[in-house]
């Protein structure tokens, strides 16, 4: 298929710019990809879409603020950085502000000169001599997309770009269909007696890296980390094999389960798994998932699911409706 196959005009007012006032009241619109049939309802009324015999599986990671503002040592110049990927203690792979063009490297400081590090543009790397994750917690600022059109709000975004379950820290975006879930829905869900099983899958660039092919088998997805333990690797299998329907909670929790071609190990390592029309299923049975940038990998997935034609015709009837799309936005379930 084409890059312009999935492509979808949408009125810039509907791209959310802030989260909704409670996470369950957010808007979901429910897809049946069998019949086509749409339901229009509130988040928190997801739980009377799910049975006992159901799998929910979550992506536990968690986000940390990547970026950083510092200045250069020598002229004093504000320098921008962006953290991707911790390759070993205090070296990180990074996407420099574009305003810094040295070809060999600079010295950098950050706070009140409390950490030191030297950025090699060439190679994107950043190397510093202090503890980072403390740096970053006390000065980094969270990296919200590029549609977001306003700087972060520490005491909003550090809460709300980042899902209640979260528990390993790696990823620079958040995994956002988990953003709706609140402790006291997950708590009920779990009453009604749906099991629920974890994944971590770090979200990196890559999964947002802009498609540029037209002919999309020729994009490449940047590899990302991901790690199964042995008691949810468990719990899936059984699932599978007991013939229960897993509701994946996200685009990145489906590139974690379906990056097996066999049963689902306790391992960890990296995926660059790009699923696009024509892709077999093997886990996921359903999907939770928000509302994506046209031509983007992570709508390619969502069309793979459920049909191009389908989600486009979802997608249509949501903006007639008003939805608020995007990491900030409503949500889409397909059954």
Sequence with gaps: ?????????????????????????????????????????????????????????????LVFPARLIGRKKKTGGKVEVFLLREISQNRWEIIPHSAFRNPNSV???FGDGELECRIFEREAIFECNGDIYKMLEKYGKVPL???????????????????????????VAAPTAGLHF????????????????????????GTFKPVKAENI?????????????????????????????IVAVGTTTVRTLESFTGEINAQNG???????????????????????????????????FAGRDMILYAYGEAIKKGYRFYSYGDAMLIV
Excluded at 44 to 58: A, E, F, G, R, T
Excluded at 182 to 203: F, M, P, Q, R
Excluded at 285 to 299: A, D, G, I
């Design 1 to 61: 298929m084409k890059l312009s196959d999935f492509d979808y005009n949408l009125p810039e007012e509907l791209i959310a710019q802030y989260p909704a006032d409670r996470r369950d009241e957010s808007r979901l619109l429910v897809l049946d990809r069998k019949s086509g049939k749409i339901e229009h309802t509130v988040f928190k009324n997801i739980i009377n879409y799910l049975s006992p015999s159901d799998l929910l599986v979550l992506n536990d990671t």
């Design 145 to 171: 997309p590029p549609y977001i059109k306003r700087e972060a709000n520490p005491s909003l975004d550090y809460e709300r770009y980042q899902t209640v379950y979260a528990e390993n820290r790696g990823a």
């Design 182 to 205: 609140t402790k006291e829905l997950l708590s009920n869900i779990e009453k009604k007696g749906v099991e629920t099983a974890k994944v971590t899958l770090h979200v990196g660039y």
């Design 217 to 245: 088998k020729e994009h490449k997805i940047e590899p990302e980390y991901y790690e199964i333990k042995e008691s949810e690797a468990i719990k899936i299998n059984n699932a599978v094999k007991s013939g229960k329907r």
């Design 270 to 304: 990296y995926t660059s798994l790009f699923i696009y029309n024509g892709f077999n299923f093997r886990v996921t049975k359903s999907l939770l998932t928000n509302f994506h940038l046209p031509k983007s990998t992570l709508l390619m997935l969502v069309c793979a």
């Design 107 to 109: 010295d950098v400081v």
